[in-house]
């Protein structure tokens, strides 16, 4: 998606590292959603975020969005080989409908 | 938990054939979404639904249609398939005018077209 920039496109990292996942729009978000896909799966709601500021956290996953609302991030605490997967951010940016970004692909090696 | 049942994980059709894929979701939500999703490409909007009988077009609706009878379920339909339609597709539900509280996925139907 043009209107939602993911990065990195990939991620491969060591089990036990912290790792961290942007998603950036040049429109203020009005509603920014984490989804995690398993290969061949269908994408599974993380979080949702609507505040300027707003941080929420589930297990080891810490998602935030910026004061600005053009800007979030994703992290992981200690990785582990069940957090592997495609992880997308999406947003509404267009009234009724979302938009989503390209998707990170996550490794995490034993 | 809400759910989004996708009819079949996994479909093989010849070219030609026409298609339907089909996604129910138990939850009385109004919005109803079908996305495509190929790889570099990410998720792709074909239709979307905001009630029963009304459909609008997303980015990439040539080829496909949809239907909506009834508030559960939303319909794709290949006409007549083709290769480039080999894809995994998405059915999504959400509640709200704007979408504004998430989506809910099914698990995805991956179509090959041969």
């Known amino acids: 998606s043009q209107e939602l920039e993911q990065s990195p496109q990939s991620l491969i990292v060591q089990e036990g590292k912290n790792l961290t996942i942007n998603c950036t729009s040049s429109?203020?978000?009005?509603?920014l959603y984490w989804y995690k896909q398993k290969y061949g799966e269908g994408l599974i709601f993380l979080m949702m975020l609507q505040k300027g500021g707003e941080e929420k956290s589930h297990e080891k996953i810490t998602a935030k969005l910026d004061e600005k609302k053009q800007q979030s991030s994703l992290h992981i605490t200690a990785s582990q080989p069940s957090h592997a997967g495609i992880y997308l951010c999406g947003a509404d940016i267009n009234a009724g409908k979302s938009t989503f970004g390209d998707g990170t692909t996550l490794t995490v090696k034993p | 938990d809400v759910k989004v049942t996708q009819s079949s994980r996994y479909l093989v059709k010849r070219t030609g054939e026409k298609v339907f894929l089909e996604c129910v979701q138990d939850m009385d939500h109004e919005n109803m979404f079908w996305y495509r999703q190929d790889p570099g490409l990410g998720l792709r909007l074909i239709y979307f639904s905001y009630d029963v009988k009304m459909k609008e077009k997303g980015d990439i609706p040539e080829g496909y249609s949809v239907s909506r009878e009834k508030k559960e379920r939303f319909s794709l339909i290949l006409e007549s398939a083709s290769t480039n339609q080999t894809s995994m597709y998405l059915c999504?539900?959400?509640?709200?005018?704007?979408?504004?509280?998430?989506?809910?996925f099914g698990s995805g139907t991956r179509l090959t077209v041969v």
């Open positions: 429109k203020t978000l009005y509603g």
């Open positions: 999504a539900s959400s509640s709200g005018l704007s979408g504004v509280y998430g989506y809910t």
